[in-house]
């Protein structure tokens, strides 16, 4: 049998998703909840690796396993074997055709910007601090010249092993309440780093130190070297993937990071 579930994790303490050998990480933790549930080795595959310090609301995975726990057996089981800083949601079996990864048909991510002249204390690790007034305006005309079907060469890590620099970027928007500032991005797919290199550009040119053509040139340029710092790792959240309805998956939870609820909008289809 096949199974889906949804996963949430503080990404502060870990090394990564992936496994890796001597590393604290994610998916080993899972793996290991899991597999005391099933009585067997279980192994995960998920619908989006992330870095060492990024964290998840929504992550998914898929699991096979002969073990009929039951939907609630399965989440309650797994998190009561979890770590503090991991969670799994929810739980459901699905068709064998169901791959977390390639079945997928959109992921959000958000990243959040404490934006006022004092560090943060209890959002130490959760948000990324800026003290440099950061004006909206220009952020969201930079942004602007990035929705689309991009090669996206100069917003990705130079180690990116994906095939292909092309991804179709569907949303990019910048909000602000209060002294938090939002940076919501949803496309087919993602490269590594990529959402970090476009906040560090629009950060860049928030703060007055870049114009807001300065996004439409880097990505024309498509060499990394022109596209500016990487954020830092801390406010990033993989916040919502989207999948064919004929899964039935459960809508992201409302709330993604520091506890800001989703629009209406923001949700909507992501079943």
């Known amino acids: 049998m096949r199974f889906a579930a949804g996963v949430e994790y503080d990404g502060s303490g870990f090394s990564g998703w992936q496994r890796q ?3 604290r990480t994610v998916q080993d933790c899972l793996e290991a909840a899991l597999s005391r549930v099933a009585d067997h080795p279980v192994r995960v595959v998920t619908a989006g690796r992330t870095d060492a310090g990024v964290h998840a ?6 699991f096979d396993s002969p073990r009929d726990r039951g939907e609630r057996g399965w989440m309650r089981g797994a998190t009561s074997n979890l770590p503090e800083d991991v969670a799994v949601l929810w739980v459901r079996r699905v068709p ?4 977390a990864r390639f079945s997928a048909l959109e992921r959000c991510y958000r990243y959040l910007i404490l934006n006022r002249p004092v560090r943060p204390t209890y959002l130490a690790r ?3 601090w800026i003290y440099r007034p950061l004006a909206l305006g220009p952020m969201r005309e930079a942004a602007a010249h990035l929705v689309g079907r991009h090669d996206f060469s100069a917003y990705r890590a130079q180690g990116c092993q994906a095939r292909t620099p092309v991804r179709e970027l569907r949303r990019l928007e910048v909000w602000r309440r209060g002294d938090l500032v939002g940076i919501e991005a949803c496309a087919n797919a993602f ?6 290199n476009i906040a560090g550009v629009l950060i860049a040119v928030g703060a007055g130190e870049r114009p807001p053509v300065w996004s439409r040139e880097v990505l024309e340029g498509r060499q990394r ?10 406010g990033l959240y993989l916040a919502a993937v989207r999948y064919p309805e004929c899964y039935r998956l459960p809508a992201p939870a409302g709330g993604c990071g520091t506890g800001v609820p989703w629009r209406e909008t923001d949700t909507e289809g992501l079943r």
């Open 191 to 196: 490269l590594h780093h990529m959402v970090r």
């Open 126 to 128: 959760r948000v990324t």
């Open 225 to 234: 070297a022109l596209g500016g710092v990487t954020a830092p790792p801390d």
């Open 21 to 23: 050998a001597g590393a």
């Open 96 to 99: 064998e055709d169901f791959h």
């Open 57 to 62: 609301c929504a992550q998914v995975v898929h």
